[in-house]
Nanobody, 117 residues
Framework: QVQLVESGGGLVQPGGSLRLSCAAS????????MGWYRQAPGKQRELVAH???????NYADSVKGRFTISRDNAKNTVYLQMNSLKPEDTAVYYC???????????WGQGTQVTVSS
């Protein structure tokens, strides 16, 4: 049984920063890739950032230069540093961890990020 616990969301002003964390625990044996997704009201869930076991990263065009995904393999944790936040970044952010290329990912519970004055 794998559990993903997210933290770090909250309310920030435009231009502010937040750092999201997602820690995996339980029966997980390996991590193939990790990603952050977000879903705003009335919109589809979209990929925000992704990092592979080899350290390769990619980002949605809307967050490039502002967000940074990183990982701590020893802690089975993925982070999302979000800088220069904009109101359009407001969404529920979900982490996803894929144990191997042959398995479906596990989802975190989601954490709310609200960017507003």
């Amino acid at each position: 049984q794998v559990q993903l616990v997210e933290s770090g969301g909250g309310l920030v002003q435009p231009g502010g920063s937040l750092r999201l964390s997602c820690a995996a625990s339980g029966s997980i044996r390996s991590i193939y890739s990790m990603g952050w997704y977000r879903q705003a009201p009335g919109k589809q869930r979209e990929l925000v950032a992704h990092i592979t076991s080899g350290g390769n990263t990619n980002y949605a065009d809307s967050v490039k230069g502002r967000f940074t995904i990183s990982r701590d393999n020893a802690k089975n944790t993925v982070y999302l540093q979000m800088n220069s936040l904009k109101p359009e970044d407001t969404a529920v952010y979900y982490c996803n961890i894929v144990p191997s290329r042959y398995e479906l990912g596990h989802w975190g519970q989601g954490t709310q990020v609200t960017v507003s004055s």
